[in-house]
């Protein structure tokens, strides 16, 4: 079992860049696809971005892309999102999560993934 912890959320305004980091537990951290979800009051948690278990691959949603970049660095077992040009939309939670399936490709649906962290708080004013 894994354990994740976010940090790095804030109050920014509407152009700001903000960078998340998702500390790890334990010793199998490469083993995980890690992935990134958001969850704005009354919707539903969706799909940020993901990458794979050796960071050569990164999938994200078309909400972000070209904006957010997702990096890992399994030495320190740590993966980040890097939010530059944030628009109010992009308030939310955030949370990682790990996926410990070994599937080949990363999973865009909260149900391929297997553990959560507890989410922070990006709030993005105009």
């Known amino acids: 079992q894994v354990q994740l912890v976010e940090s790095g959320g804030g109050l920014v305004q509407a152009g700001d860049s903000l960078k998340l980091s998702c500390a790890a537990s334990?010793?199998?951290?490469?083993?995980?696809?890690m992935g990134w979800f958001r969850q704005a009051p009354g919707k539903e948690r969706e799909f940020v971005g993901g990458?794979?278990?050796?960071?050569?691959?990164?999938l994200y949603a078309n909400s972000v892309k070209g904006r957010f970049t997702i990096a890992r660095d399994n030495a320190k077992n740590t993966v980040y999102l890097q939010m530059n040009s944030l628009k109010p939309g992009d308030t939310a939670v955030y949370y990682c999560?790990?996926?410990?399936?070994?599937?080949?490709?990363?999973?865009?649906?909260?149900?391929?993934?297997?553990?959560w962290g507890q989410g922070t708080q990006v709030t993005v004013s105009s």
């Open positions: 999560a790990a996926d410990r399936s070994l599937r080949g490709s990363v999973g865009s649906t909260t149900s391929a993934y297997d553990y």
């Open positions: 334990g010793r199998t951290f490469n083993t995980y696809a």
């Open positions: 990458i794979s278990r050796s960071g050569g691959s990164t």
